[in-house]
Each structure stands twice: as structure tokens, then as C-alpha cells.
């Protein structure tokens, strides 16, 4: 018998969440560092909403929805969607975007944004399938040498 997928927004930075995003982060790049700083920010922050994926209690997923108001309307961003490579093909990326989606709904988003890289055809065939469109847009990226 499978175990039960929940789907649930973190309220607090407790140990044993934070190492299940530890764990889970070189799988959603290389580079991701862990910083247990700004994970506690991060759960802190109102306009921030981090949701867990668990099956059997185990972190084995988890996305960001970050909200903010702008002159134009409240705006919505999905950022690190990343679900266990032992777990995947399960859904359990879909049930996180829902998820993502009803909440953003919640709020008064009014656009919500993500991007991907063009080689992750599953998530972006995901995304497409959940009523995301793609931008003809230009994406730009400002890093400080000294970011850390």
C-alpha cells in the first residue's frame, strides 16, 4: 500500500525540515547551497510560503510561492520546484503546482510567473499542461561578484 502525498505549507524552521531541504537541493542544482539563515528567513517571511511534499512524513518535495504588491496588482513567483528523484513520476510535481496555484489564487494573485531550464522538458511540459504559457520575453540576471 503507497503511503498517503500530503501537501503543506512549512510555519516554522525546525531541524528536521531543514535537513530535508538540504538534502533535497543538489538535486535541484548543482550549485544550491543550504543556509540555514535564510531558511529561517524564508519561513519567517509573510510574503513567502514554502511547501513540503511528504509521503510516510518524509520531505520528498517542495516548491517556493513567493507574493508581493506592485503597482499593478499583487504579483506571484514558483521558484526551486524540486520532488525526490526516488519519487518521481508519482505526480507528485503536479500535486505541489496545484497546490502552488490554489494558493496564489487565495491571495489575489494577480499574474504568477516561473521559469525552467529549456533542458527540464518534463517540468515545462508540467507547467504547460497546468495553464502556464510561455513569454516572449528576455530574462535577465544581475549577481554581484562578491554573492555568496
Do not use: C, K, W
Not at 85 to 110: D, F, H, K, S
Not at 126 to 141: N, Q
Amino acid at each position: 500500500m503507497e503511503d498517503e502525498l500530503t501537501i503543506s505549507i512549512a510555519t516554522h524552521a525546525d531541524d528536521a525540515v531543514a535537513e530535508e531541504i538540504r538534502r533535497l537541493l543538489p538535486q535541484l542544482s548543482q550549485t544550491a547551497m543550504f543556509d540555514r539563515e535564510i531558511f529561517n528567513r524564508m519561513v519567517e517571511n509573510e510574503s513567502v510560503d514554502l511547501f513540503l511534499a511528504r509521503l510516510a512524513g518524509r520531505v520528498v518535495g517542495m516548491a517556493t510561492l513567493v507574493t508581493f504588491p506592485i503597482p499593478t496588482g499583487v504579483r506571484g513567483h514558483i521558484d526551486d520546484v524540486v520532488v525526490d528523484e526516488l519519487t518521481r513520476g508519482r505526480g507528485i510535481a503536479r500535486e505541489l503546482l496545484t497546490a502552488l496555484i490554489a494558493r496564489a489564487q487565495a491571495l489575489g494573485v494577480r499574474s504568477l510567473d516561473l521559469t525552467s531550464r529549456p533542458s527540464r522538458e518534463s517540468a515545462i511540459r508540467l507547467y504547460e499542461a497546468s495553464g502556464f504559457v510561455r513569454r516572449d520575453s528576455v530574462l535577465f540576471r544581475y549577481q554581484p561578484i562578491d554573492s555568496r
